[in-house]
């Protein structure tokens, strides 16, 4: 078996003591609290702790195997296989940030709130951000620029297509993920599906992905209809079709301009 000993489909049954209920390790999480969760080990050494969510990030600390911690969040970041199978999902614990395929959760899927996130309803603006069109305008853009057909521009290439949107020639971000984790977090509205005109829709797992939303729950995405088109699609779409995780959205902050 390649990926695991204890894949994550068993992570409700296999704890150190042998087979116990989940609520006997982890809290799920309720509004505002932390979810409590154990450190399994493959080797039964200790955890890195790093500063994010990375396998290159700094290791701040350490976590001794068998450890309870308290998972304040978790964000999506790099793919590990670890005792619990492979994701990229990574909590935030005391200190920094773990793997979630070494922390006994209870659950195969999140058990916290997304790192950052905000239930707070906002517009877009482009205040702060100097960008050179207005939300309005990169919206008027992204319809008119609606496409069927293939355009080599487009292909594969997400980030490059906002910040065209916004009036830029490129974004300053090598990828849509990259970009993600640049934005201020003043702008960003981490796990909110309530992206208002003009406001980007990240995703996660390995480059990611972003698109611009025209409102009403609907976005304006390449490649999602075919290679090198530029159509309109959901948050679910996107998620069920390409399998990627939603992230979040942010305010039309680009690297290239800061």
Known sequence: ??????????????????????AALAA?????QASAATVHTSSGKSLNVRSGPHTSSKIVGSVRNGATVSISCQTHGDKVTGR?????LWDR?????????????????????LCGSSSTSTKCSTKGTGDPRG????????????????HSGYYRRCDHIVALAYGFSASGSTT????????????????STK???????FFGGGAGHVMISIGGGKFVSNDIHGNGTYTTTTIKEIKQKWGKPYLGWTQPWFKVNH
């Open 93 to 113: 614990v005391s200190g920094g940030y773990v793997s979630d395929t070494y922390v006994y959760t209870g659950s195969d899927g999140r058990v916290a709130k």
């Open 1 to 22: 078996m390649s990926r695991s000993s204890h894949p994550r489909s068993m992570r409700r049954l296999v704890t150190r003591a042998g087979l116990v209920g989940a």
């Open 28 to 32: 799920v999480l309720v509004a505002g």
């Open 84 to 88: 619990y199978g492979t994701s990229d």
């Open 135 to 150: 939300c309005a305008k990169a919206v008027t853009w992204a319809k008119n620029h609606r496409t069927t057909k293939y």
């Open 195 to 201: 992206v208002p005109a003009g406001g980007l829709a």
């Open 176 to 191: 849509a993920y990259v970009h993600w984790t640049q934005v201020p977090k003043k702008y960003k509205h981490a796990g």
